[in-house]
């Protein structure tokens, strides 16, 4: 039986408001719809009027912290947002809205439009899942939406999320929100996440860390790294 002091297995990540204390075996890396779809040209995002470059900048330091976790042998989850092919599980008010040229489910060069098993749909291969990492089929923007993430989470005992992924105002955000309400304690490294809208990032950052962590505690991929290490 171990002697160490239950304290030694507390770390703490540098961040905003204030530092975030967490133990390894109960942290989680949550990486939000690294998807093509979203990424690349021809997809989602590029469908709603977005420059997708803008999102790669996240590329490089999520695969550090991914790296990282999996060399740590801590908890990596993925997740998608996308539909069934016969769209039964997509809301008529989103497959409506936007009133653009091409819908959800329209077929573009990657395949159809957020529809699962498309090549669109799938996650870039710099960040593709490895073998028995929880991959997440989401129909929202919130990853605990129509999702049995929560069951999976508590089951492995997990209370604290790195949160990394695009959008930083959409998907980042719904999911920071909803873990925050149950209970999770979230912190999104600011390297990790990207918007279509550079202003969107910063202050839906700041809105996180306002009012002493309102939803969580913003970060980086190296400060986190450094806790792990
Ligand atoms: N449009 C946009 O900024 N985001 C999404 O539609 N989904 C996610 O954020 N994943």
Redo the contacts with the bound molecule.
């Keep these: 039986m171990s002697t160490a002091p239950i304290q030694s297995k507390v770390r703490v990540i540098q961040a905003q408001p204030y530092e975030l204390a967490f133990e390894p075996a109960s942290t989680a890396l949550l990486i939000?719809?690294m998807q093509r779809d979203?990424i690349e040209p021809g997809g989602?995002?590029a469908m709603?009027g977005n420059d997708v470059s803008l999102l790669r900048r996240a590329i490089e330091p999520i695969g550090a912290l991914l790296s990282a976790f999996r060399e740590a042998g801590l908890l990596v989850l993925h997740t998608r947002?996308g539909h069934r092919p016969d769209l039964s599980d997509a809301p008529p008010s989103k497959l409506a809205r936007g009133r653009g040229e091409t819908k959800i489910g329209d077929v573009g060069p990657m395949g159809r439009i957020l529809i699962r098993g498309e090549a669109g749909h799938d996650i870039i291969p710099e960040l593709y899942p490895l073998a028995g990492e929880p991959v997440i089929d989401k129909p929202g923007?919130g990853s605990f939406c129509q999702t049995d993430l929560e069951l999976i989470l508590k089951n492995r005992g997990i209370k604290t999320l790195i949160v990394c992924g695009?959008?930083t105002e959409?998907?980042v955000h719904t999911t920071v929100r909803e873990a925050n309400d149950r209970g999770f304690e979230c912190l999104v490294p600011a390297d990790c996440a990207a918007?279509?809208f550079p202003d969107f990032h910063e202050t839906a950052l700041r809105m996180i860390a306002a009012q002493g962590g309102i939803f969580g505690w913003v970060s980086d991929s190296a400060s986190v790294i450094a806790a792990l290490s």
């Design positions: 939000i719809d979203f989602f995002g709603l947002e923007k695009v959008t959409v998907c918007s279509y």
